[in-house]
């Protein structure tokens, strides 16, 4: 079993930063994949970004360029910077990840998930 735990969100105005974490416990060793996803009110789950077990890493178009995932191996963490933040990036983030190779961008395929993380970006 994994645990995810995100951290890192809060209130940015409109072209500021912010920088979310996800923190896994237990058997990380077998994870291949992780990735961040968000949800706004009203709408449904969205891809954001991943990055396997090599440091490949994968981003939704509306976040190119913005948006950069990371992790740390030797402190089992995933980062995303959010940088140049925009009203639409508001939404709960998470974190999910799976041991397996695939979809990346495909929500279900994911076994493990996080509590989420508010973000809330204001004009």
């Known amino acids: 079993q994994v645990q995810l735990v995100e951290s890192g969100g809060g209130l940015v105005q409109v072209g500021g930063s912010l920088r979310l974490s996800c923190a896994a416990s237990g058997r990380t060793d077998s994870l291949y994949m992780t990735a961040w996803f968000r949800q706004a009110p009203g709408k449904e789950r969205e891809f954001v970004a991943a990055i396997d077990w090599s440091g490949g890493t994968y981003y939704a178009d509306s976040v190119k360029g913005r948006f950069t995932v990371s992790r740390d191996n030797a402190k089992n963490t995933v980062a995303l910077q959010m940088n140049n933040l925009k009203h639409e990036d508001t939404a709960v983030y998470s974190c999910?990840?799976?041991?397996?190779?695939?979809?990346?961008?495909?929500?279900?395929?994911?076994?493990?998930w996080g509590q989420g993380t508010q973000v809330t970006v204001s004009s």
């Open positions: 999910a990840a799976d041991p397996n190779p695939g979809a990346y961008w495909v929500s279900t395929r994911y076994d493990y």
